[in-house]
């Protein structure tokens, strides 16, 4: 009877000891998920506010100011959830949604043509960048049915009008500095990376057509200039062997 007991016993303790130990691995398992989806949802936030504070490089719309207030909103609240006593993000949830409430954004959206274009090419590629973002956010929105149809065909031909323009504009800026400094092959290339952008946009427009001229004269001008380069180029040439030609042929001295 003793040693049934015993028996008993021990089998119980296993049982209790696997359920314990099941217990513990499914609270570390939620923990570990809770702390990946706590990481995605941080870096969510981050790139909304990096999107939101970074309008004074990549101009923002009234429309898509508000979008990133909402992704903000919405990715706060989710934290909180997960973080009920982190006053902070309850803080920072009631901030913003206070600012949408209030839709105090700026009314005011920089146009494309009003865009000045950073000289420094690290700038002028994290310009891209952003914009590039703003489009991706745009449609995973739209994706998730946080925005409208009508307002991301619009914005995202906005932004896609106004990349090409960053576009265009830069490489023309390089071809003229390249004209400048009499790299005509450099800046032939340019410009015509420039033309390529203008005659592939389906956004054709007035910008779109007088920007295609100048490129166009740019380019039948450095044609120009190189094709005087080469005849003076092969003017010297052969000059130069008329000039060894005489030499060799000419009467020798007789000292």
Not at 9 to 35: D, F, G, M, P, Y
Not at 97 to 119: C, F, K, M, R, W
Not at 173 to 188: E, F, I, P, V, Y
Not at 235 to 240: A, F, L, P, V
Request: charged share 30%; proline share 2%; no cysteine.
């Amino acid at each position: 009877m003793l040693v049934t007991l015993i028996i008993t016993l021990i089998i119980a303790l296993v049982i209790i000891a696997v359920i314990v130990s099941a217990i513990q691995q499914h609270k570390e398992r939620l923990a570990t998920l809770k702390r990946a989806e706590y990481s995605k949802l941080r870096a969510v936030l981050e790139d909304s506010e990096e999107l939101l504070v970074n309008s004074a490089n990549v101009p923002l719309s009234p429309a898509i100011s508000q979008m990133l207030l909402k992704r903000i909103a919405f990715t706060l609240r989710a934290m909180v959830e997960l973080e009920p006593g982190a006053r902070d993000l309850k803080q920072r949830l009631q901030e913003t949604e206070g600012q949408l409430n209030n839709n105090n954004t700026d009314s005011s959206s920089t146009s494309a043509e009003s865009v000045t274009l950073p000289d420094n090419d690290q700038q002028l590629i994290s310009m891209i960048k952003g914009i590039k973002r703003l489009r991706t956010v745009l449609r995973g929105e739209h994706a998730r049915g946080n925005i409208d149809t009508q307002m991301v065909i619009q914005e995202d031909r906005r932004l896609e009008v106004l990349q090409l323009r960053i576009n265009v504009e830069s490489q023309i800026k390089r071809g003229n500095q390249a004209r400048t400094n009499n790299m005509l092959g450099s800046a032939r290339q340019y410009f015509e990376k420039a033309l390529t952008a203008l005659t592939n946009t389906p956004h054709q427009d007035d910008y779109t057509s007088t920007r295609k001229s100048e490129v166009m004269q740019a380019l039948e001008d450095i044609a120009t200039q190189l094709k005087e380069g080469n005849v003076r180029d092969r003017e010297k040439k052969e000059e130069k062997e008329n000039k060894d030609l005489d030499e060799l042929f000419a009467p020798k001295r007789k000292w």
